[in-house]
């Protein structure tokens, strides 16, 4: 069973930095796009950034210019590498993968999630 495990988060100083990892595991036979996407109690879960199979990369307007992502293919690791946070970036983080894991059909699969925090 393909399983996604996010790590890195914690409590930073507005203006710091955080770098998130979101790694996958099981008998997984393919990757499409992954992402990261965030979400605040009472509000819908928001986009931040997507890395494409071919490593394209698309993010969320508020967090262009400060957060990057990142894969490593072999490692069957993503990462979101987080700069000049804001308090508005509290949220909790997930990770998705669209996997096709041994003896099941292309599916998306998201972590557990995240908890960072900007204090201000």
């Known amino acids: 069973q393909v399983q996604l495990v996010e790590s890195g988060g914690g409590l930073v100083q507005s203006g710091g930095s955080l770098r998130l990892s979101c790694a996958l595991s099981g008998v997984i036979l393919g990757i499409k796009d992954m992402g990261w996407y965030r979400q605040v109690p009472g509000k819908e879960r928001e986009l931040v950034a997507l890395?494409?199979?071919?490593?394209?990369?698309n993010y969320g307007d508020s967090v262009k210019g400060r957060f990057t992502t990142t894969r490593d293919i072999a490692k069957n690791t993503m990462y979101l590498e987080m700069n000049s946070l804001k308090p508005e970036d509290t949220a909790v983080y997930y990770c998705?993968?669209?996997?096709?894991?041994?003896?099941?059909?292309?599916?998306?699969?998201w972590g557990q999630g995240t908890q960072v925090t900007v204090s201000s």
């Open positions: 998705n993968a669209r996997a096709l894991g041994h003896g099941r059909d292309w599916a998306t699969y």
């Open positions: 890395i494409s199979g071919g490593g394209g990369t």
